[in-house]
């Protein structure tokens, strides 16, 4: 039932910042949970076809981690990516052809609150299976259903979040 409302939140957030698509990331996983789009091919797509955003992640994980929202520009100017951090386990991201509107980042900061009450805390489930909705980002074709690259493959660094259980 959260994820129905995680997914209508996430296409209110594309619809008013007039987002390209928007997503959230199991970062203790390291892939898509749910997005804006119909799959996380579709998703994935989004970005893989913007050769302005390869390379361009730089200092994007440490600034995430350090103040919890991290934005960035692309090389042509002509596209933009926030991200909050919630729970610090999962990372909402929002891609925008040009900068943003103005008043999306209250927007973005609202949402990244909104889910706090309905992602869960800590760290996931032992499973290595993906869920069937989100599908693995980094694996081949972006996971079942989509096609498309994972982050990996976009330079986008997600496993820095992933932590290390105990031995």
């Given at each position: 039932?959260?994820?129905?409302?995680?997914?209508?939140?996430?296409?209110?957030?594309?619809?008013?910042?007039?987002?390209?698509?928007?997503?959230?990331?199991?970062?203790?996983?390291?892939?898509?949970?749910?997005?804006?789009?119909?799959?996380?091919?579709?998703?994935?797509?989004?970005?893989?076809?913007?050769?302005?955003?390869?390379?361009?992640?730089?200092?994007?994980?440490?600034?995430?981690?350090?103040?919890?929202?991290?934005?960035?520009?692309?090389?042509?100017?002509?596209?933009?990516?926030?991200?909050?951090?919630?729970?610090?386990?999962?990372?909402?991201?929002?891609?925008?052809?040009?900068?943003?509107?103005?008043?999306?980042?209250k927007?973005v900061?609202?949402a990244?609150?909104?889910?706090?009450?309905?992602?869960?805390?800590?760290?996931?489930?032992?499973?290595?299976?993906?869920?069937?909705?989100?599908?693995?980002?980094?694996?081949?074709?972006?996971?079942?259903?989509?096609?498309?690259?994972g982050?990996?493959?976009?330079?986008?660094?997600?496993?820095?979040?992933?932590?290390?259980?105990?031995?």
């Open positions: 039932m959260q994820d129905l409302e995680v997914k209508a939140l996430l296409d209110a957030v594309k619809d008013g910042v007039e987002a390209t698509a928007v997503g959230i990331i199991d970062g203790g996983r390291g892939w898509l949970h749910l997005s804006s789009e119909r799959s996380p091919g579709s998703f994935w797509a989004a970005f893989t076809r913007l050769d302005c955003l390869r390379g361009a992640w730089g200092e994007w994980d440490q600034e995430l981690l350090a103040s919890g929202a991290a934005g960035i520009l692309c090389r042509c100017g002509g596209h933009s990516v926030q991200t909050r951090m919630v729970h610090t386990r999962w990372i909402l991201v929002v891609l925008c052809e040009g900068p943003l509107v103005a008043g999306a980042e927007v900061e609202h990244a609150q909104v889910l706090q009450g309905l992602l869960p805390l800590g760290l996931p489930p032992q499973s290595s299976e993906p869920p069937d909705e989100g599908g693995p980002v980094g694996g081949p074709g972006g996971g079942p259903g989509g096609g498309g690259q982050p990996a493959e976009l330079g986008i660094p997600v496993a820095w979040i992933r932590r290390r259980r105990p031995d």
